[in-house]
Each structure stands twice: as C-alpha cells, then as structure tokens.
C-alpha cells in the first residue's frame, strides 16, 4: 500500500532563512506521480507542483526548489530566503498508476512558522 | 476561471442527524474528489466521482456517500451524524481524463461540527 512520511512535524524559522521540508514516499507501483500542497489558514490546499515517476530533474521556481530522489524515495521541497507570507501547512502527497482515476494520499503535513 | 466552490462554508449539526455538502467543480472539470480533514487522522480520500459514476472509494462506512451530476457538481452526504465526523470536508476537481497524473485543485471546504 501507498504511504506518504513527512517527518518534520513543526518548523520555525526567522525570515530569510532557508528551509528545507521533508517527505519520504512508499509505493509498489512504478509510475506514480509526487505532489505538494500548500494550506494557508485559509483551509484551501493550493497545489505548488507535480512530478512522475520517470522525472528526476530537479525544478526550479521562483524561491522554492523541489529535489527528487527515487533512490532513497524522497521528494523534498526547498523554500530560499523565507518570508512571513510562507507559514502554512505544507502536504506531501502521492497518486499511483494503477489506482484508475484520481486519488491522493498525503503525508501528515508540516507546519512552517516564518517569524519576522 | 472560477475555482472550485463549496457550499456551505460552515455547517453546525447534532449527533444523529444527516448532512448535505455541495461541490462545484472548475469548468470543464469532470472529476471530483472529496477528503476528509480531521486533526488526528490527517487528510483522508473518501471518493471520486467521474461523469456520474463513482470511481474510486477509500475506506469510510457507508454512511457517507456521494454523487455526482451530469454538469459535474457533486454532492456528499453523511447519514447518522457522530461526533467523530467533524472535520474539515475538501473537494477537489481535475480533468479526470488522464487518471492518476491529473492534478486536483481544492475549493476552501466545509467545516463541519457535529455536536
């Protein structure tokens, strides 16, 4: 079965700092598709960006940079030069090819506090 | 484009009673998804609904259900409220033609509170 570990919990940074979220994946399939989710206070997930399986470039924007690994499983997600504007809860999260249609499963998100 | 709405934002009910939530997806979106959002359980999948048919389903009892309509709004329902259903209700919309790689965009949910 799918699972999806984000293992930082909480972080806490002061603005300008960069940070550095964690997410480890687990899947019997081999195309399958990585995702992350940004949840403001708000409530709505806005979705930052998507990977398959067979794409191990890493991808560059803006200030925020994504590193995939298949070796060690891992999707990690770079903010550079942190601002107040970026705490949220961010989810890791997994769909599989074989799964027809559309179903995700996430990590259990990390909350980034960005202090001034 | 307009996002994908939910309606109502805030629903208040009582143990034992049953609950509608509404989705409307992105225009030209057929696919809906709706998870579930609960402090201890994390983001769960409940269902998705492609052209009026359920196409995948997580592991909820049936008291929760969902349908879909032919100009792609859905619907949830949950029978015989408890107290353990209150939770933040997500829906999400995608092409739903190209399968696990579409990407899912979510409306702001439905904060439910069963007392």
């Known amino acids: 079965a799918q699972k999806v570990t984000q293992a930082q919990t909480e972080i806490s940074v002061v603005e300008k700092e960069d940070v550095t979220l964690d997410c480890v994946y687990e899947t019997r399939d081999t195309t399958y598709y990585l995702f992350w989710y940004k949840q403001p206070p708000s409530g709505e997930l806005v979705f930052l960006i998507r990977?398959?399986?067979?794409?191990?470039q890493n991808e560059i924007s803006g200030r925020y940079s994504w590193n995939f690994q298949k070796s060690t499983s891992s999707f990690n997600f770079t903010i550079t030069a942190s601002q107040v504007v970026d705490s949220a809860v961010y989810f890791c999260?997994?769909?599989?090819?074989?799964?027809?249609?559309?179903?995700?499963?996430f990590g259990e998100g990390t909350q980034l506090t960005v202090n001034p | 484009k307009a996002g994908v709405t939910q309606t109502p934002r805030y629903l208040i009910k009582t143990r034992g009673q049953q609950v509608t939530l509404s989705c409307s997806p992105i225009s030209g979106h057929r696919s809906v998804s709706w998870y579930q959002q609960t402090p201890g359980q994390g983001l769960q999948f409940l269902f998705e609904?492609?052209?009026?048919?359920?196409?995948n389903k997580g592991n909820f009892p049936g008291r929760f259900s969902g349908r879909q309509f032919s100009n792609s709004r859905s619907e949830m329902n949950v029978s015989t409220l408890e107290l353990g259903d209150s939770a933040l209700y997500l829906c999400?919309?995608?092409?739903?033609?190209?399968?696990?790689?579409?990407?899912?965009?979510f409306g702001p949910g439905t904060r439910l509170t069963v007392l």
């Open positions: 609904y492609f052209s009026e048919t359920q196409r």
């Open positions: 990977r398959n399986s067979f794409d191990e």
């Open positions: 999400a919309s995608s092409h739903g033609t190209s399968g696990a790689t579409d990407t899912q965009y």
């Open positions: 999260a997994l769909s599989e090819e074989e799964t027809s249609g559309s179903r995700l499963t």
